[in-house]
């Protein structure tokens, strides 16, 4: 069996590889996987850190994925929609904070019709120099060529797993075909587009991991987002534990090596995990943050895992605290819109 010093010399990793780094518990050959990806990061996006600002716009959801706190079927939820202006003011407060990015996310809720949020679109383009993310799920192809000539840049579509059986007992009314189709419909329509997957996932298994990572490859995504499974109350899946971090720090660095231009966050669940967790998935070759702007009276009913961290802070505090981190490990805020390296777009 190579090690993971030999398989860190390859050119290209193929699956036994992807398993073995994915799978690897000694930490001298975990120090050895963090370090390249490291480099590698370095090597392709320097040592810039973008800033995405999320607005948890809605927590309504028409999807009942097994392991969501907000899925349809938890009625324990404190249900909200933010109105326009909400949502514009909010968009504002990211935009004075001097982010280049905003991120626009909610569940599968179809009380906003496509027009309507396209006009919400090209109201936050008129208003501020910004590039604009949506994760919004699955929606008609109308929708996506709507809000792409509205100004939107990006799309976050996660696929969660590429196993066909997993994805479709985690998620009973979606069809992994449809998650993969529009994966490929929001590329051709002009999104840079981003996917990913969630680590931990019960019956999930290291080949699924790699094969997550080659998907990822294979649809050539822009964003890469590999986060830990981490339970929520009210749903099938409260009483199952996480993993452990290493193994989604694992995940993230072999992602890195697999795919060296994209965009890997060190999400915020990492920093439910371990308070040092968005520090150490820095160091492991993610180079985005997104930190919450969802105002406080909504907040905390977008919980769709347990023990979300970052409270009732005012976000201007947590942007501070970000900066002292990223100084602490000799990195810097990105000053420009963090478009795709792959792209020659340079307007938000």
């Given at each position: 069996?190579k090690?993971?010093?030999d398989?860190l ?15 690897a ?12 990806a ?9 040592n810039?850190?973008?800033?995405r ?19 349809a079927?938890?009625?324990?939820v404190?249900?909200y929609?933010m ?10 407060t990211?935009a ?21 949020f396209g ?9 501020h ?24 840049d ?10 066909r ?18 994966l ?17 996932f ?11 990572l ?19 109350d ?10 452990p ?14 795919l ?13 995990m ?7 998935g ?11 702007f ?13 023990a ?10 947590k942007l ?7 100084d ?9 819109y963090?478009?795709?390296v ?7």
């Amino acid at each position: 069996m190579k090690s993971v010093t030999d398989i860190l010399a390859a050119d290209r990793l193929e699956r036994d590889d992807l398993l073995a780094l994915i799978g690897a518990r000694d930490e001298e050959g975990r120090r050895a996987l963090y370090r390249r990806a490291d480099d590698v990061r370095r090597a392709t996006h320097g040592n810039v850190v973008h800033l995405r600002g999320i607005i948890e716009f809605s927590n309504y959801c028409r999807c009942d994925c097994l392991y969501c706190g907000v899925r349809a079927s938890n009625k324990r939820v404190a249900r909200y929609r933010m109105s326009e202006e909400e949502i514009l003011r909010a968009a504002e407060t990211i935009a004075e904070a001097g982010i280049k990015t905003i991120v626009l996310q909610s569940g599968e809720d179809l009380a906003y019709t496509s027009e309507a949020f396209g006009e919400i679109i090209r109201e936050i383009k008129r208003r501020h120099d910004v590039a604009i993310t949506l994760s919004l799920g699955e929606r008609p192809r109308e929708d996506y060529e709507r809000w792409r000539e509205a100004g939107a840049d990006r799309y976050l579509l996660k696929h969660e797993t590429a196993n066909r059986a997993l994805y479709e007992r985690l998620h009973p009314t979606q069809s992994f075909d449809e998650r993969i189709d529009a994966l490929r419909l929001l590329k051709e329509i002009g999104f840079q587009t981003g996917s990913g997957n969630v680590v931990g996932f019960p019956d999930q298994t290291d080949e699924d991991i790699a094969d997550d990572l080659l998907l990822c490859r294979e649809l050539d995504v822009d964003m890469a987002s590999f986060s830990p499974f981490l339970p929520a109350d009210d749903t099938p899946l409260a009483d199952l534990p996480s993993p452990p971090l290493w193994k989604t720090l694992n995940v993230m660095a072999a992602a890195r090596l697999v795919l060296p231009d994209a965009h890997i966050p060190a999400t915020t669940a990492l920093s439910a995990m371990d308070p040092e967790g968005r520090a150490l998935g820095l160091r492991a070759g993610a180079n985005v943050v997104m930190p919450t702007f969802t105002p406080n009276e909504f907040r905390f009913n977008y919980l769709i895992y347990n023990a979300k961290p970052g409270g009732s802070e005012d976000p201007t505090k947590k942007l501070d605290d970000l900066r002292a981190l990223l100084d602490r490990l000799g990195l810097r805020v990105g000053d420009d819109y963090g478009h795709s390296v792959k792209t020659k777009q340079t307007a938000g």
